[in-house]
């Protein structure tokens, strides 16, 4: 099984196509992440986690997510490194599963691992998913309001998370960060 350094469980929480099917790349027959929804102006069907992982999409200028840190480079101290986690991002990470614009956070100088669609499991109380979200993201909503937007239901893979409002839980080291969107 190919791992991902910021997708935690992409067999789980990606758009994937429905059965096997032909990797637009190299053609081998497996379950592959739906192509869909990539950004640019070449269009594939499907690519394989191997493709994906090895950064094929490069040469393609097809991207599955977006990074928008404003100063990455000046974070990061390197022009290098900060290219270098772009193209992983951009380009070898799977999708985020959301209606939204895939912009991945970064926190504490390093991009954050996705780990699931958050319910109200993932948190002991409103104030810890409050706390896990970024004041930018808030709105001027509540830990209340969040909260009761929350799923109460768990959430163990894509299908059980298709909600009107849906939060994505990450991990940077220790610490739980969340985004959120609604359609």
């Not at 991902?4 to 067999?11: E, H, I, L, R």
């Not at 990797?23 to 379950?31: D, K, L, P, T």
């Not at 640019?40 to 094929?56: T, W, Y």
């Not at 780990?115 to 808030?138: H, M, T, V, W, Y």
């Amino acid at each position: 099984m190919v791992t991902f350094k910021y997708f935690d469980d992409p067999m789980k929480f990606s758009y994937l196509t429905e059965g096997e099917v032909a990797c637009s790349i190299c053609g081998s027959v497996e379950v592959c992440f739906d192509g869909g929804g990539f950004y640019g102006d070449r269009k594939i069907e499907a690519i394989c986690p191997n493709c994906l992982k090895e950064g094929k999409l490069i040469d393609l200028e097809i991207s599955t997510n977006e990074v928008t840190v404003p100063d990455l480079a000046e974070q990061l101290g390197s022009k290098e490194l900060a290219q270098e986690l772009t193209v992983i991002i951009e380009h070898c990470t799977p999708p985020l599963p959301t209606w939204q614009d895939k912009e991945w956070p970064f926190k504490d100088g390093d991009f954050c691992k996705f780990i699931k669609i958050a319910s109200q499991s993932d948190f002991s109380n409103p104030e810890e998913l409050f706390d896990a979200i970024d004041e930018s993201l808030r709105f001027d909503h509540s830990a209340t309001a969040f909260w009761e937007m929350l799923p109460e239901a768990e959430i163990t893979c894509i299908e059980d998370g298709n909600y009107d409002t849906s939060f994505y839980l990450f991990m940077a080291g220790r610490n739980k960060i969340v985004t959120w969107d609604c359609n």
